[in-house]
């Protein structure tokens, strides 16, 4: 079976190579995701272009960890929730925060609990949101700009989530400590 394997700064079509280096510079490693995204500089490109967007929404950079973790869980990416735990801890956020968006359970503050709420049901359920969840997301402070936002979060882990499905990536070793933690009720691959 065809694989498409990690890119290098060498080996990447013209179009990914720019931004490879940005990102071996900003990270000081080349993710395998990224690198495997580097494939296709439709792609790469498509994907920091959002990402870039979605870093200046109206959230925090905690929220939007938060975001991306909890649509990584709902997708079932060991790789991006390995990814995403790994970014939450260096923001600060509690464990057992972490670990109630890895194992969808409650959240203890009401409004992370909010917002992990309807993001869980607009990645499980393709866009639709209960009026309780949309009621305790109102009620927490966001606003209908912030539930539209949350759609940039979940499109760009729809791509990496299911470019990992398609093509399964290895975990950098940054990330590896994260996978140990994983205790969802369900099958990952």
Request: charge should be negative.
């Amino acid at each position: 079976m065809k694989t498409l394997k990690p890119q290098t700064d060498e080996t990447a079509p013209e179009g990914s190579k720019e931004n490879l280096r940005a990102i071996r510079e900003r990270f000081g490693f080349v993710p395998n995701l990224m690198a495997t995204f580097a494939n296709s500089p439709a792609m790469l490109n498509g994907y920091l272009a959002l990402d870039t967007a979605w870093e200046k929404s109206s959230f925090s950079a905690q929220e939007r960890e938060m975001i991306l973790l909890t649509a990584s869980v709902a997708n079932r990416c060991l790789y991006c929730v390995a990814v995403h735990a790994t970014a939450l801890k260096a923001l600060h956020l509690e464990a057992a925060a972490i670990d109630a968006i890895r194992n969808r359970s409650l959240l203890a503050d009401p409004k992370q609990d909010a917002l992990v709420t309807v993001t869980r049901e607009l990645a499980s359920d393709h866009g639709y949101v209960s009026e309780a969840a949309k009621k305790a997301f109102f009620d927490a402070g966001y606003d209908i700009v912030a539930l539209m936002e949350i759609l940039a979060g979940i499109a760009l882990k729809t791509m990496s989530n299911y470019l990992d499905h398609l093509n399964p990536i290895s975990i950098d070793p940054a990330f590896e400590a994260e996978t140990q933690q994983v205790t969802l009720p369900y099958h990952w691959r």
